[in-house]
């Protein structure tokens, strides 16, 4: 946990059984938590940003799935956004996943679940 740096790596999924693996794309530098997924038709599995207490989809060509998490990396909200919005921040958020809409269900990432990054 912790700092990161911008590059790639592994989110897992911690639920009843295996952790679920997801590729990530980590977005730690102003730089790149500012892009985000603007301009892009898709993701191959997540974006972190981190840090992040909340984010907008204004410029975006797809609906996304944001989870915020806490600094133990517990899901504290998922939503799914349409783009043009604005999102409301977190309190307690230290960093946000990004996805295509529906994708965090299917790998578990509900309110109170914990992730863990493995940066590559």
């Known amino acids: 946990m912790g700092r990161w740096r ?16 997801v590729p990530l794309e980590i977005a730690a530098s102003y730089r790149a938590r500012t892009k985000g997924l603007l301009g892009r038709d898709s993701i191959d599995g997540a974006m972190l940003l981190s840090p992040a207490g909340s984010v907008h989809t204004f410029r975006m060509r797809m609906p ?7 600094r133990r990396l ?35 990432v509900v309110k109170g679940a914990r992730v863990g990054v493995e940066v590559r």
């Open 74 to 108: 517990t899901v504290i909200a998922v939503r799914t956004m349409p783009p043009g919005r604005l999102g409301l921040p977190r309190l307690r958020s230290r960093h946000v996943l990004e996805a295509a809409a529906g994708a965090m269900a299917g790998w578990g």
């Open 64 to 70: 996304i799935d944001v989870a915020y998490l806490d």
């Open 6 to 21: 911008d590059g790639r790596g592994l989110l897992l999924v911690h639920g009843d059984g295996e952790p679920v693996g």
